[in-house]
């Protein structure tokens, strides 16, 4: 059974190291926010200048001041602030930022990251930070649902955009994967136990 949204985000935020800065790409890792372990400290930050984001906000504490980069409300954790936008980017070009997790499209099995557009009239008509984040953090992980929209898949061997693919879990690669991707799948061998969700997490 493919894992929910907030269960993506909440695995992630589990592998967060105390003490690191972390760049919330827009989309589904704006959701990390929401599940930070209350035993780390742990620095996130909007490519838009926000240092100390906290989790959402609930429908009464909603301040349209205070948003990310993908224009969702957000609050900010006690020591928050807002930096000028230009000094954001200093962080993130400058490599002061120890892990970005990015949404995307698709990533190929090598690796390659499509996470911009300039063909939908939501976006802004050019890439963004999406490059800065991509080349200036230490550390990019990838959060991504494996189909998902009206392409049906969200990893893939080679394509007209890059795509996602190794996937590994005990057991194997499942033959539904197989069938649903253009990739070459195949199980990794260095693979440790997967976490369990608990329904309160999520």
């Not at 935020?13 to 972390?22: E, F, K, R, S």
Request: aromatic letters at 6%; one cysteine or more; a neutral charge.
């Amino acid at each position: 059974m493919p894992l929910k949204r907030r269960q993506i985000a909440w695995r992630a935020a589990q592998d967060l190291a105390d003490g690191a800065y972390v760049n919330l790409g827009i989309g589904l890792p704006t959701m990390v926010s929401d599940f930070i372990p209350a035993d780390r400290e742990i620095v996130l930050h909007s490519e838009n200048g926000v240092l100390g984001v906290g989790p959402a906000p609930g429908d009464n504490e909603v301040d349209w001041d205070l948003i990310n980069a993908g224009k969702q409300p957000i609050t900010l954790v006690t020591g928050g602030s807002y930096v000028h936008h230009t000094d954001s980017f200093l962080m993130i070009r400058g490599g002061h930022l120890d892990l970005a997790l990015l949404g995307a499209f698709e990533v190929s099995e090598k690796g390659d990251l499509a996470n911009w557009t300039t063909d939908d009239p939501a976006f802004p008509p050019g890439v963004g930070g999406a490059m800065d984040l991509a080349v200036g953090a230490k550390e990019i992980r990838v959060l991504v649902e494996h189909f998902s929209g009206a392409a049906g898949q969200n990893r893939g061997g080679t394509a007209a955009s890059p795509r996602f693919a190794p996937v590994a879990r005990p057991g194997g690669v499942s033959a539904r994967s197989r069938r649903r991707s253009s990739a070459r799948l195949g199980q990794a061998g260095n693979i440790s136990p997967f976490m369990t969700f608990h329904p309160q997490h999520c």
